[in-house]
């Protein structure tokens, strides 16, 4: 069982930064599949960025560019760092991760999420 807790959220003003933080619990997630999933008020979710443990990354089109994901295997931590965010980047965003092969399609759905830290950008 893994537990993945999540920090860093907050509030910004556009054009601004912000980092997020993943910490795992209960099992060495080296070989996960780790990402960020975001999901808006009224909203679907929306898989955001993603990272193997091939260190193969991918990125949504809407934050790439902007955004940088990160592990430290060491540490067993996952950071999303943010930067020159929008207010359409306002969402409650959830630290993903799962044994096995990345694939962005089922970032949503992955095995275990922390309960997301809330992320607000005003314009």
């Known amino acids: 069982q893994v537990h993945l807790r999540e920090s860093g959220g907050g509030s910004v003003q556009a054009g601004g930064s912000l980092t997020l933080s993943c910490a795992a619990s209960?099992?060495?997630?080296?070989?996960?599949?780790m990402g960020w999933f975001r999901q808006a008020p009224g909203k679907e979710r929306e898989a955001v960025a993603s990272?193997?443990?091939?260190?193969?990354?991918t990125y949504a089109d809407s934050v790439k560019g902007r955004f940088t994901i990160s592990r430290d295997n060491a540490k067993n931590t996952l950071s999303l760092q943010m930067n020159s965010v929008k207010p359409e980047d306002t969402a409650m965003y959830y630290c993903?991760?799962?044994?096995?092969?990345?694939?962005?399609?089922?970032?949503?759905?992955?095995?275990?999420r922390g309960q997301g830290t809330q992320v607000t950008v005003s314009s």
């Open positions: 993903t991760a799962e044994r096995g092969y990345c694939y962005f399609t089922l970032l949503t759905s992955l095995r275990y």
């Open positions: 209960g099992e060495n997630t080296n070989n996960f599949c």
């Open positions: 990272i193997g443990s091939n260190a193969i990354i």
